[in-house]
C-alpha cells in the first residue's frame, strides 16, 4: 500500500489525561438552525414559547438536514439572525434558562428494523461530531454495500483531545455504539483508527474488541492529516476515493468514534444531541481540559469558565489547522464545535515571495500542487483550476504551515474552490 505524504506536527496534549468535567448551564444560550452540512432548520417554536431540555426546536422536511434541540429548559426570549464563524446569517433560537433542567419526555425510540433505525438517528440530530457536520442518519441510508465501518479515532490536530477522552471514559458505548450500526446497516468488519501517541487508548479498545465480531484496531502514524476522511480510508483499507467520489463508493462508511458512542446513548435513552465535550486549551490556558458543554453555550461563557493567565487575542473553533477564528464573543457553540482554544502573543505572518522549494508539493497528502493553484486563482483561471483539481483539496493547512515564506496557501485554496463553482454556474 503507498504511503500519503505527511507532515509532524506538535500535539501539545496537556488535556489528555484530564476527566471531562461539566461546565455550569449558562443564563442564556443561542441554538442556531444550522448545525450542519445540508439544509438548515426552520424553528418551530415561537417566542414566548416555554421549551424543555431535549425539546425539538427546529427542523427541516430536507434529506439532508438533521433538526435541533434544545439543552435547557426555559423560555424563548427571542428568534433571530446571528452570524457564524464562516460569515452566513442564520436564524437562531435565543433561550432564557430557568435552572430548573426540566427535561421533555424523552424515551429510547423503536429502532428494530434498519429503516426504524435510521429514522431515529435522524430524530436524535445526530451529525459527525469531528467537525465535518455531515448529518449521520444520510450516510446511513446509502444504496451502496458498504464492507468497512471506519471509526475515525485520529485527532490528529493539536491541541485536542475530547476523542481520546471519549474513547477513554465511555469505551463500552463506543463499542455497543460501533457493534449496533454494524448489525443495523449490515456491515461485515469495522477498523478503529488511532494514533501511535495514544497507547492507553489503544490497548483498551484492543482488549475490548475481544468481545465483540468483527471489530478491531489499527495503530495508526502520528501525523497529520492523519483523520481526514480520505488520509483515513486509504491508511485503513488501502482504497482510494477519488475526485467527485463519496466514500461509500468505495465501500468504506467512514464516522467519528464520538459520534457512535452518542448514538448508542440515544437508542439507550432517547436524548437528543444537547451537549457535547469540548477541549479547552492554548498557550495562555492554565489548566487544559475537558468539558461537557451545552449545545448553543455563548463563547465568552466559556472563555469565562476557563483558567487562563491573559487575555486571549485570538479565539479559535476546532483545532489550529483547520478551526476558524471567532470574531465575536457571543459566538454561540455549535455541535461540530469540538475545540476552544485561546491564544496571546500570536505571531503576525507576513508573505513573502514564493521561493519555488517544493515543501508544499511534498507536505499535500493528496499530491496537489499549491503553487500552481495559487498562480491559478491569482489569474482566475478556472479551466486551469480544475485540471490541477482544486477541488480535491480538504484545506487541512499543511501547505500553509510547511512554508517558508508563509504564503497562504490554504486559504488561497478555498477561495478557488468558491470562485470554480461560481464560474460553472454562469
Do not use: W
Amino acid at each position: 500500500m503507498s504511503k500519503l505524504h505527511s507532515i509532524r506536527l506538535p500535539h501539545f496534549s496537556a488535556s489528555a489525561e484530564q476527566t471531562t468535567r461539566k461546565i455550569p448551564a449558562p443564563e442564556e444560550v443561542a441554538i442556531s438552525m444550522a448545525q450542519h452540512i445540508g439544509a438548515p432548520c426552520t424553528p418551530c417554536v415561537e417566542v414566548g414559547d416555554y421549551v424543555k431540555i431535549g425539546q425539538k426546536i427546529g427542523d427541516s422536511e430536507a434529506f439532508m438536514s438533521a433538526p435541533v434541540h434544545a439543552s435547557v429548559s426555559g423560555t424563548v426570549k427571542e428568534i433571530k439572525d446571528v452570524m457564524n464563524v464562516g460569515g452566513r446569517l442564520c436564524k437562531t433560537v435565543v433561550i432564557t434558562n430557568d435552572n430548573k433542567n426540566v427535561v421533555f419526555d424523552v424515551k429510547p425510540p423503536k429502532a428494530d428494523t434498519k429503516e426504524d433505525f435510521i429514522k431515529a438517528v435522524r430524530e436524535s440530530g445526530a451529525i459527525g461530531l469531528g467537525g465535518a457536520g455531515f448529518p449521520t442518519h444520510v450516510k446511513l441510508a446509502t444504496k451502496d454495500k458498504i464492507d468497512y465501518l471506519l471509526l475515525n479515532g485520529a485527532e490528529c490536530e493539536p491541541y485536542i483531545t475530547s476523542d481520546y477522552r471519549e474513547l477513554m471514559e465511555n469505551t463500552d458505548g463506543v463499542m455497543a455504539g460501533i457493534d449496533l450500526i454494524m448489525k443495523m446497516i449490515g456491515i461485515p468488519e469495522a477498523i478503529i483508527g488511532i494514533e501511535e501517541d495514544k497507547p492507553k487508548a489503544i490497548a483498551k479498545l484492543t482488549e475490548i474488541c475481544g468481545k465483540y465480531k468483527g471489530i478491531s484496531v489499527k495503530k495508526l502514524p502520528g501525523a497529520y492529516p492523519q483523520g481526514a476522511e480520505k488520509v483515513l480510508i486509504h491508511s485503513l483499507t488501502g482504497r482510494i476515493v477519488a475526485e467527485g467520489m463519496l466514500p461509500s463508493n468505495v465501500g468504506c462508511m467512514v464516522m467519528n468514534v464520538s459520534t457512535a458512542g452518542f448514538i448508542h446513548s440515544y437508542i439507550k435513552t432517547g436524548m437528543p444531541l444537547i451537549k457535547r465535550r469540548i477541549t479547552i486549551d492554548g498557550n495562555i490556558v492554565n489548566s487544559p481540559g475537558n468539558f461537557f458543554v451545552p449545545i448553543g453555550t455563548l463563547l465568552h461563557n466559556v472563555v469565562g469558565f476557563a483558567d487562563v493567565r491573559k487575555q486571549p487575542d485570538r479565539i479559535v473553533l476546532g483545532g489550529p489547522m483547520m478551526g476558524n477564528c471567532a470574531f465575536d464573543p457571543d459566538t454561540p457553540l455549535a455541535k461540530t464545535n469540538n475545540a476552544v482554544l485561546l491564544f496571546a502573543d500570536t505571531v503576525e505572518r507576513k508573505p513573502t515571495a514564493c521561493i519555488r522549494c517544493g515543501r508544499c508539493v511534498r507536505a499535500c497528502a493528496l499530491n496537489l500542487m499549491p503553487t500552481e493553484l495559487e498562480s491559478a486563482y491569482d489569474a482566475r483561471d478556472a479551466e486551469a483550476l480544475e485540471k490541477l483539481k482544486i477541488n480535491l483539496c480538504m484545506n487541512c493547512g499543511a501547505c500553509s504551515f510547511v512554508c517558508p515564506a508563509k504564503r497562504n496557501l490554504a486559504e488561497k485554496n478555498q477561495l478557488a474552490k468558491d470562485f470554480l463553482r461560481q464560474a460553472k454556474a454562469k
